[in-house]
């Protein structure tokens, strides 16, 4: 061990290896505290370099390694468990190219969201991946589960943002495929195999990113309606008529806004009377003219045809944020409220008044008197279907049926051919589900190229297989 | 072998077994008899399950599977060279499902590209995907080898394009992994692994695929520009003011519209005068008026700022297609002007003006008086850099030269961080390159994937690696 430990040191500097738990106490434990562990070391290499030769020290000593980034991930694919080297990448924070021409930017896996959408911003440009999560995660943590957030309609999620991918091998090699290029048939598509294999075949020490232009217009719209069959056709009706100018479209139940009124400071209830469901839309055009008249047409017409009951438009920058903060703080929001039992779900977009209906009904019937929030990304067929325990209910036991629940909401979401996982990843929360669920032929695969990547079985152990 | 063609037949039925070649000869040539092959046998199973059947008895028997579509690659992926069994996927043509909720359909893989438009087309959605060769291309070929074609832009290539496949191992097993979903993030990313592949890694049998509203406005303008760099100006501009209503922006030089007007029929010059170069735009969106007049706000103001010298809208769909006439017919026509050598370049978007001079700086200082017809797809990057004979010159001295001047060009490429094959992939025409100019890690990642999924190595072999 004091041979590894002098290694790494050799290679980060004395400086940023910390062998004392105590020393990196914050990097052991998920914000929520919904995961802890615990490891041999942790060490902060500056560069893909000394990620390179870590990891070889590593494989030479046949010690596993768990990459971290901003340590927001929400299934635990970042916690170590104790005998890995916990590599964390943020001091890999440069912006290394921001290409205007080509509309790309290279930058390091320790830069933060925030930090990424700030340099595309400095030279008039998109980078529009957007997450509650995005002043602390990284693009790293990004490519490894492959963000969605809340742009995904219009551009993409993580994967579709990326062209190209730098990544650290199992035995420390480089693979260099930081391509900016649109398009691009040679071989096997590896950026895509390691974009959301959460740090199991390699370590994403840099990314090729899309860049867009800066929208001219837009607009903002919380819109009050009565149920989530109202809100599909909506989000239909808002496709036809703007197409991928629909940037946002999210779905939030009264109880939501309830939750977020009572406990987030500053909180207003954005239309006159309260409604059961609401739908926050954005739109988004080049068009720098004629957009808020088209969205005030188009909402007129679903008024008339009897599709929603109230709508706002942001009138301001200001009053746009304060709609946003509304959908955004639902989820932080919920824990005072007592305990929640979580799902990321998505279905095909079609079924998801059908899923929340049956997974409502079935919650409802295993535990009385729960409180279903079942809120987010509609126009993906991604919902975050949260259960908060009944009022009054002992926290403890209702949590202790987190397993038993999730296999209930699960079913009926597999029922639908749907995911249990739309957007956050498998970590270690989701790992047996992911073995039980998926397909047979497809997990034997994924173990093939799982063994054939990483032979010693020494990236992040114990996540996603 | 008597033994395999008899399982083979009790597989497929005697009808759909053909043992000798002088029974499917045209399915041993590609059509421009670039790549001529052999087979030991030619079979045609109905569906998935027969396709598995084939695979699990060639397996067993140790004898090589080359899957083909409708044979119109252009880089020989879909040529067998002798030992192996040649499987038409031609038969599995149903269109499973087309689900106007979910905005997907699930076809199979023999569906031809025009076909699978016109199911999305009957159900009022549109199916994006759009080639030269989409009356005889089938969908399981499009994602064997990522199509790109002519509306990527807006839409995506086939990778994009698709939300989930189903595919044949090289054991025989299906892998079940027809995702109609948006957001899924359970597990490594095995649908775009095998797009792409080239049947090197599985024999994709059936696909799920996006569709979109139709767009309700759409306008083609042909425009007469100085040269590349301002079209990269003008495609700028186009970004800018239309964002992802820009569907295509091809570049076509004047000696490609020569050859056009020259050698097909009813074609005419769409400007008054000549131009040294074209661009070829159309922009769609759902919003049904205003188009137009903010295209011809957007020309306007282009050539006010010089960046144009003229340009005219499509002024019915009749003129519309003769356009689009004018830019598909280019590759055909070429085989009249002599040999002519051919490479699928891309280069990040900016370096396209830079590209095509220096590229043919090098070809005419290598072959005074060839004639550079450098077309296609500008606003991916994606430049079909094709070279004709000069007048009057031997062909077969001039194709002599096929894989020096292809050096000497993708050396250009290379220092721009461009590819040699943009959108037809690697086949055995470029197995080479690909093994030369690869990164050697992401080579070596790329062999242990092949072996770990095809370890007899019976998938399409010597195909990509």
């Known amino acids: 061990m004091s041979d590894l430990f002098a290694n790494l040191a050799g290679i980060v500097g004395p400086a940023n290896l910390f062998t004392d738990a105590k020393d990196f106490a914050g990097s052991l434990v998920e914000p929520r505290g919904l995961f802890t562990g615990s490891a041999r070391a942790l060490v902060r290499p500056a560069n893909t370099a000394e990620v390179a030769a870590v990891v070889a020290v590593c494989a030479a000593a046949n010690v596993a390694i768990v990459p971290q980034g901003g340590n927001t991930g929400l299934v635990g694919g970042q916690i170590p468990k104790g005998p890995e080297i916990l590599l964390s990448l943020t001091r890999l924070n440069r912006v290394r190219e921001v290409d205007k021409l080509a509309d790309t ?17 400095k030279a008039d440009r998109l980078f529009p991946l957007s997450l509650g999560s995005e002043g602390a995660c990284t693009i790293g943590g990004n490519l490894a589960t492959n963000a969605g957030g809340v742009a995904v309609l219009a551009y993409g999620n993580a994967r579709e943002l990326t062209t190209g991918v730098e990544v650290v091998l199992s035995d420390g090699r480089i693979v260099n495929a930081l391509s900016k290029l649109r398009k691009d048939n040679t071989g096997y598509d590896l950026k895509d195999l390691f974009i959301g294999s959460e740090g199991t075949l390699g370590i994403v020490t840099a990314a090729a990113l899309k860049l867009f232009a800066r929208p001219r217009a837009r607009t903002t719209a ?11 056709k909506l989000f239909g009706s808002a496709r036809e008529h703007f197409g991928s100018s629909v940037v946002s479209f999210e779905l939030i139940p009264r109880i939501a806004l309830d939750y977020v009124l009572r406990h987030a400071e500053r909180a207003r209830d954005p239309l006159g009377a309260q409604h059961p469901w609401y739908v926050l839309v954005e739109l988004a055009t080049q068009n720098a003219s004629g957009l808020e008249d088209a969205a005030t047409e188009w909402l007129g017409g679903a008024a008339e045809a009897g ?9 301001s920058g200001e009053q746009r944020l304060a709609f946003w903060a509304l959908r955004e703080n639902i989820s932080d929001v919920q824990k005072f409220e007592g305990g929640s039992i979580k799902h990321d779900v998505s279905v095909p977009i079609g079924a998801v008044p059908e899923f929340i209906a049956e997974a409502s009904e079935a919650v409802l019937k295993r535990t009385p008197g729960a409180r279903i929030v079942a809120f987010g990304h509609m126009g993906d067929g991604n919902i ?3 259960v908060s325990q009944p009022v009054g209910a002992d926290k403890a036991a209702f949590l202790a049926d987190w397993d038993g629940m999730n296999a209930v909401v699960h079913d009926i979401a597999a029922r639908m051919d749907g995911s249990y996982s739309a957007e956050h990843g498998i970590g270690t929360l989701k790992r047996d589900l992911l073995a039980a669920k998926k397909d047979p032929a497809a997990l034997d695969v994924m173990r093939a190229v799982k063994r054939a990547l990483d032979p010693q079985g020494i990236m992040n152990p114990g996540k996603v297989l």
């Open 105 to 121: 930017m290279i930058v390091e896996a320790g830069v933060t969201l925030a930090d990424a959408q700030a340099a595309a911003d």
């Open 222 to 232: 919380f819109i009050g309606l009565a149920d989530p069959s109202a809100a599909l």
């Open 307 to 315: 599709l929603i009951d109230d709508a706002a438009f942001a009138a």
């Open 384 to 386: 975050h279907f949260n």
